[in-house]
Each structure stands twice: as C-alpha cells, then as structure tokens.
C-alpha cells in the first residue's frame, strides 16, 4: 500500500507564511512529478505546484512569485513553501503524484488526505 500524508497547514494572517509536506511511503519504485492542488470551498480543485523528479518546477500564475516548490527524493518528499499569503489562498491543500510501485513499471495515481490553509486577519 501507498500513502501520502500532508502536514504544515493551519491558519495565518495575510502576509504571512507556511511550508506544506508530503511524504510518500509504502512500496514504492519511483515518484514522477509531484503536484500541490488545492480546493477552495464551492469551487473546482486547481494545480497549484507541480515538480519533476529532476525538480523542475512549474506554477500556477496565480501563486508565482510567492510560492515556491521543492522535493527530496530520498525522503520521497515534496514540499510548498507558501509566502504573502492572501485570503483568497484559503483552501484545502492536496498533494498529488504518480508513483511505480512495481518492477514491471505498474504506475498509479495517488492523492493525500489534504491539509487546511486558512488565511485570515
């Protein structure tokens, strides 16, 4: 079996900041790219973050310039570093990733429990 487990959200004030963790653990082979979304109440999830195993990053405009995403690889981690933080980035924060779990390169979607941002004065 596969996990993955969120850790780091909680509640800020505008302008302040948070760093989000995934680990992976279980039988795992390899981790492709890593990806944060996220859900806001009454609206669709959204890609957020996502990163290459090499750590190529990639963002959502929305959060350029402010968030920053990074993983360990040997700790089969990625994390979100979330700075100036907005109202509007108030959401439920979810780590996703394709992981091989096999040697005969079996690939499976997987998703965390997410972790609650709430960003509020």
């Known amino acids: 079996q596969v996990q993955l487990v969120e850790s780091g959200g909680g509640l800020v004030q505008p302008g302040g900041s948070l760093r989000l963790s995934c680990t992976a653990s279980?039988?795992?082979?390899?981790?492709?790219?890593m990806n944060w979304y996220r859900q806001a109440p009454g609206k669709q999830r959204e890609l957020v973050a996502s990163i290459t195993r090499g750590g190529f990053g990639d963002y959502a405009d929305f959060v350029k310039g402010r968030f920053t995403v990074s993983r360990d690889n040997a700790k089969n981690t990625v994390y979100l570093q979330m700075n100036s933080l907005k109202p509007e980035d108030t959401a439920v924060y979810y780590c996703?990733?394709?992981?091989?779990?096999?040697?005969?390169?079996?690939?499976?979607?997987?998703w965390g429990q997410g972790t609650q941002v709430t960003v509020s004065s």
């Open positions: 279980g039988r795992i082979r390899g981790i492709n790219t």
């Open positions: 996703n990733t394709e992981i091989v779990v096999n040697v005969e390169g079996a690939k499976y979607n997987f």
